[in-house]
């Protein structure tokens, strides 16, 4: 009689670990916000949210207009590789933000979610990375053109201090890794990368069996395509703006009188805080701990600021929870498929 050994997922343990760490700083990062709304007001902060109304649905059109030009921001870059639905990439950016948001237990679920999606949809693992990567390249220095434009209006608006300078210490840090990139690329390290990913997909159920061939050439492709990568940056500059609209329509629906210059300065900045907090699952308690703070530099309360950041949230609960819904019932017609 014969015994065979099953094999041992060395990684195991480390994920475990990984996984628990990120669940106590969502924790402790959900105690912040309990703690913030208690301190600040609690039924001052939910009359402030419940006044939004009716309102949250023009609010909830808005953000999905920036879901559909940040997929089409993505979806310029990929045309120069293969030929694809807009649709697509609008869907890829969807449930990205929904993972991100709403299961927010590894720091590139959503990430590593959309790339998933996109070879559901034919893309090569390689291709689809590449596109993601450059894309992401893309937004990144679309925000800092959005930052450098709400620090300057915060400037002229008579603001100096310590946000100005922790503003630009953030705009610093989300940027600082477009050189590595580069240098990456010129010193043959994304060939490195494809090795990486091989090694990750063994121990990633939804990477198991996928490779990255062809990364370092796509992205070459890519780089080599500046129209693709000017569209690109304009349809996320744009998404970015439409984020500020987002903010004032918040305020406009709760009775906080501020103008479009400052719900552009209030966006701006709070994204500079989010990019900065990545570590942090969903900036819980950053993001309402950077609005009680930005704010305050337009006269906003912190029962009013905080009602902003929660009913951002619940934006985020009326989108992510269909597109969650909407990667299961596609993981499931793929199941179905195969079965």
């Known amino acids: 009689?014969?015994?065979?050994?099953?094999?041992?997922?060395?990684?195991?343990?480390?994920?475990?670990?990984?996984?628990?760490?990120?669940?106590?700083?969502?924790?402790?990062?959900?105690?912040?916000?309990?703690?913030?709304?208690?301190?600040?007001?609690?039924?001052?902060?939910?009359?402030?949210?419940?006044?939004?109304?009716?309102?949250?649905?023009?609010?909830?059109?808005?953000?999905?207009?920036?879901?559909?030009?940040?997929?089409?921001?993505?979806?310029?870059?990929?045309?120069?590789?293969?030929?694809?639905?807009?649709?697509?990439?609008?869907?890829?950016?969807?449930?990205?933000?929904?993972?991100?948001?709403?299961?927010?237990?590894?720091?590139?679920?959503?990430?590593?979610?959309?790339?998933?999606?996109?070879?559901?949809?034919?893309?090569?693992?390689?291709?689809?990375?590449?596109?993601?990567?450059?894309?992401?390249?893309?937004?990144?220095?679309?925000?800092?053109?959005?930052?450098?434009?709400?620090?300057?209006?915060?400037?002229?608006?008579?603001?100096?201090?310590?946000?100005?300078?922790?503003?630009?210490?953030?705009?610093?840090?989300?940027?600082?890794?477009?050189?590595?990139?580069?240098?990456?690329?010129?010193?043959?390290?994304?060939?490195a990368t494809e090795r990486l990913f091989l090694s990750l997909a063994s121990r990633v159920p939804l990477l198991r069996g996928s490779s990255l061939d062809g990364l370092h050439d796509s992205i070459h492709r890519l780089f080599r395509s500046p129209g693709a990568l000017l569209r690109s940056f304009n349809a996320h500059l744009l998404s970015w703006l439409i984020g500020s609209l987002e903010i004032w329509l918040i305020l406009y629906f709760m009775g906080a009188e501020v103008s479009p210059r400052a719900a552009l300065v209030i966006e701006s900045l709070s994204q500079v805080v989010r990019s900065v907090a990545f570590a942090v699952p969903a900036a819980l308690g950053v993001q309402e701990g950077g609005f009680v703070l930005i704010g305050a530099l337009y006269g906003l309360s912190p029962q009013t600021a905080l009602a902003l950041s929660l009913s951002k949230r619940v934006r985020e609960l009326i989108l992510g929870l269909p597109g969650l819904l909407a990667w299961q019932i596609m993981e499931g017609r793929r199941w179905w498929r195969r079965g």
């Open 1 to 191: 009689m014969s015994s065979q050994l099953l094999p041992v997922d060395k990684a195991a343990p480390h994920r475990s670990r990984a996984s628990l760490g990120m669940l106590a700083i969502a924790l402790a990062g959900l105690a912040v916000v309990v703690a913030l709304v208690l301190h600040f007001g609690f039924e001052d902060i939910v009359t402030a949210i419940l006044n939004v109304g009716w309102g949250m649905l023009v609010v909830v059109l808005a953000h999905v207009v920036q879901v559909v030009l940040s997929g089409h921001g993505w979806h310029a870059i990929a045309q120069v590789e293969q030929a694809a639905s807009l649709w697509w990439f609008i869907q890829a950016r969807w449930i990205r933000e929904a993972v991100s948001n709403l299961l927010p237990l590894t720091q590139i679920g959503g990430e590593v979610v959309s790339l998933r999606i996109l070879v559901l949809h034919g893309f090569r693992n390689g291709i689809a990375a590449s596109t993601m990567v450059a894309d992401l390249g893309s937004q990144i220095v679309s925000q800092a053109v959005f930052t450098l434009l709400g620090l300057a209006l915060l400037l002229t608006d008579g603001h100096q201090g310590p946000v100005v300078e922790w503003t630009v210490l953030g705009l610093l840090a989300s940027v600082s890794v477009l050189p590595i990139f580069f240098l990456a690329q010129r010193r043959g390290l994304l060939h």
